[in-house]
């Protein structure tokens, strides 16, 4: 049986062309959406958080989405530097910045000839809630499309703080700004597994770890109200799949979402973490592993003043690759027009 195109007149339409960067999913809206009203990226960020929620669920939840998928939204720039804006969702909200959603989305630009392929060292800028984003695209000697990114400044916020879990006793963690804030947490010294089949335990232990740092310890950025919060909690391992690997990553963000890649952001803040604790050097290359097996290669560009703190400029690379096309439909009389989530 073949079916008959025709309007579908009473159903709204959104268009996406879906990615995955080192296995983390990137839904990028492409049409569908009103206008996005805001003079400034983090205006258009609170535009669409008190209008357009309702879409943000539509895309990001069940049945059209998952509790673990992540979206993005381009928009046009804001400032005189940039080729285009870009605001991120997933299943709690609007994050700040998104390193896998800016590799992915120069990739899917540059593959869909929305944007021509730069010179070498062109800077391909983007304004995102957390800051300037300087990304760059090539051809490696595969004639492969590699794509990195030049991060916000990222810096140590405070170092070997504590809190009691009952299962655990105390827990001692970092926290570190890499676009994001995250509590960083050794997993090997809870014994905590970084492995798929412990992802549960992972989910629960995370949630658990962000829950009791908010309560015990403010975060205030440096100048913007809007990125004082706590993402998520990432925990880190020296068990790697890879001898080349420096260490596995897995983040637990938002409402227990479980980072299938090393997280962009949370490698800009490692390194951060990494120069402060271990004193790593600029220009050296640093291999992080996912849940999953995805990896990132981030290393220092440089050292820089950032309102007093000491901040470093990470560079981030990996790959992304399209999976697919789609138009999502909402019918005027569905029974779940904001859908759902079951994990």
Same mark, same amino acid.
């Given at each position: 049986?073949?079916?008959?195109?025709?309007?579908?007149?009473?159903?709204?339409?959104?268009?996406?062309?879906?990615?995955?960067?080192?296995?983390?999913?990137?839904?990028?809206?492409?049409?569908?959406?009103?206008?996005?009203?805001?003079?400034?990226?983090?205006?258009?960020?609170?535009?669409?958080?008190?209008?357009?929620?309702?879409?943000?669920?539509?895309?990001?939840?069940?049945?059209?989405?998952? %509790?673990? #998928?992540?979206?993005?939204? &381009?928009?046009? *720039?804001?400032?005189? /530097?940039?080729? !285009?804006?870009?605001?991120?969702?997933?299943?709690?909200?609007?994050?700040?910045?998104?390193?896998?959603?800016?590799?992915?989305?120069?990739?899917?630009?540059?593959?869909?000839?929305?944007?021509?392929?730069?010179?070498?060292?062109?800077?391909?800028?983007?304004?995102?809630?957390?800051?300037?984003?300087?990304?760059?695209?090539?051809?490696?000697?595969?004639?492969?499309?590699?794509?990195?990114?030049?991060?916000?400044?990222?810096?140590?916020?405070?170092?070997?703080?504590?809190?009691?879990?009952?299962?655990?006793?105390?827990?001692?963690?970092?926290?570190?700004?890499?676009?994001?804030?995250?509590?960083?947490?050794?997993?090997?010294?809870?014994?905590?597994?970084?492995?798929?089949?412990?992802?549960?335990?992972?989910?629960?232990?995370?949630?658990?770890?962000?829950? %009791?740092? #908010?309560?015990?310890?403010? &975060?205030?950025? *440096?100048?913007?109200? /809007?990125?004082? !919060?706590?993402?998520?909690?990432?925990?880190?391992?020296?068990?790697?799949?890879?001898?080349?690997?420096?260490?596995?990553?897995?983040?637990?963000?938002?409402?227990?979402?479980?980072?299938?890649?090393?997280?962009?952001?949370?490698?800009?803040?490692?390194?951060?973490?990494?120069?402060?604790?271990?004193?790593?050097?600029?220009?050296?290359?640093?291999?992080?592993?996912?849940?999953?097996?995805?990896?990132?290669?981030?290393?220092?560009?440089?050292?820089?003043?950032?309102?007093?703190?000491?901040?470093?400029?990470?560079?981030?690379?990996?790959?992304?690759?399209?999976?697919?096309?789609?138009?999502?439909?909402?019918?005027?009389?569905?029974?779940?027009?904001?859908?759902?989530?079951?994990?």
């Amino acid at each position: 049986m073949q079916f008959n195109n025709h309007n579908f007149s009473n159903y709204q339409s959104i268009n996406t062309i879906d990615a995955h960067t080192e296995g983390e999913p990137l839904r990028i809206i492409t049409d569908g959406y009103p206008e996005i009203k805001g003079n400034t990226i983090l205006e258009k960020r609170q535009y669409l958080h008190d209008n357009l929620d309702n879409l943000r669920q539509l895309l990001m939840f069940e049945p059209r989405g998952h %509790a673990d #998928m992540y979206g993005a939204l &381009i928009t046009e *720039p804001c400032s005189t /530097d940039a080729k !285009f804006g870009i605001l991120f969702m997933h299943n709690e909200g609007y994050s700040s910045m998104c390193g896998h959603g800016i590799i992915a989305a120069v990739s899917v630009a540059i593959e869909s000839q929305t944007l021509a392929m730069p010179k070498q060292g062109e800077v391909i800028g983007i304004d995102s809630p957390a800051g300037f984003i300087k990304a760059y695209a090539k051809h490696d000697q595969q004639n492969k499309l590699a794509v990195s990114f030049d991060n916000v400044p990222s810096f140590v916020e405070v170092l070997a703080q504590s809190i009691e879990l009952p299962e655990f006793g105390a827990i001692q963690y970092d926290i570190a700004f890499g676009g994001a804030y995250y509590a960083y947490v050794d997993a090997d010294a809870l014994n905590i597994d970084c492995t798929p089949e412990n992802q549960q335990q992972l989910i629960d232990v995370g949630r658990a770890i962000k829950q %009791a740092v #908010m309560a015990s310890y403010s &975060i205030k950025h *440096p100048i913007e109200e /809007d990125l004082s !919060f706590l993402y998520g909690t990432i925990f880190y391992s020296n068990k790697t799949d890879a001898t080349s690997s420096h260490s596995r990553h897995v983040c637990v963000f938002a409402d227990g979402e479980v980072d299938r890649s090393p997280t962009g952001t949370g490698v800009s803040a490692r390194v951060a973490l990494l120069r402060e604790k271990e004193n790593l050097p600029t220009e050296q290359d640093v291999v992080i592993e996912s849940i999953v097996g995805g990896k990132m290669t981030v290393s220092i560009k440089n050292v820089c003043d950032y309102h007093g703190k000491t901040a470093v400029i990470p560079r981030v690379s990996g790959r992304a690759f399209i999976t697919g096309c789609h138009k999502f439909m909402l019918s005027t009389d569905d029974i779940f027009p904001q859908g759902f989530i079951l994990r």
